[in-house]
């Protein structure tokens, strides 16, 4: 099996001071997933900002914690704004429980909800979990400063990552939680209660 994450990788501000958007350098990597072996490489050690892809982690986490029994799929889970982003997808609601919080995570990109979780055992535990599970795995060039991505001066600056530290955190959570991927790996949307039409993905393949 090979899975092929791609990204148009803006370079960090050592590398490349002014980059813009145009000069952008894209990065690609393709690897065996039973292995490990990386068969095809560009630029795939580029330090960028994972934006969205930090989820990735995020929800090795939250796996993690249903497999202990630390969230239960049934437990309701607040909706926070935090850092000043407002989803307006989402803007009626206050609440979900964990089962649609992690599929909207998983499918949708969902921030809220996933601010929601973290905060269940405070954010700034939720985010050292990260890095020490990003340190456990080999993710050498990685650092997480928020559990979603968002954009804010400070994670642009220190939120960084590889598109070789993503594989090894993409193969984990494939090998490591496989009836997971396979209940959300090609959804084309979710339902959510309380909306009134179901959430796209945000992965346009």
Not at 117 to 133: C, D, H, L, W, Y
């Amino acid at each position: 099996l090979l899975v092929i994450p791609v990204a148009e990788a803006g370079y960090s501000k050592d590398s490349c001071p002014k980059s813009k958007p145009q000069n952008r350098v894209r990065g690609d990597l393709v690897f065996d997933m039973d292995t490990g072996k990386v068969l095809i490489e560009k630029n795939a050690k580029a330090s960028f900002h994972p934006a969205s892809l930090t989820k990735l982690m995020s929800l090795d986490l939250i796996f993690d914690d249903l497999q202990s029994r630390r969230l239960r799929p049934d437990d309701m889970v607040p909706l926070l704004k935090t850092g000043g982003q407002r989803d307006g997808r989402t803007i009626s609601l206050q609440k979900m429980t964990v089962r649609e919080a992690v599929a909207g995570i998983a499918t949708a990109s969902l921030n809220n909800v996933l601010d929601g979780i973290a905060a269940k055992s405070g954010t700034p535990a939720f985010v050292a979990r990260m890095n020490e599970t990003a340190k456990r795995l080999g993710m050498k060039k990685t650092f997480f400063v928020n559990p979603t991505g968002w954009p804010t001066p400070q994670s642009m600056q220190m939120q960084r990552t590889t598109l070789h530290d993503l594989a090894t955190l993409v193969r984990h959570v494939w090998l490591g939680y496989p009836k997971e991927v396979a209940q959300y790996a090609g959804k084309k949307d979710v339902t959510i209660t309380g909306l009134k039409e179901p959430l796209n993905s945000t992965n346009n393949l």
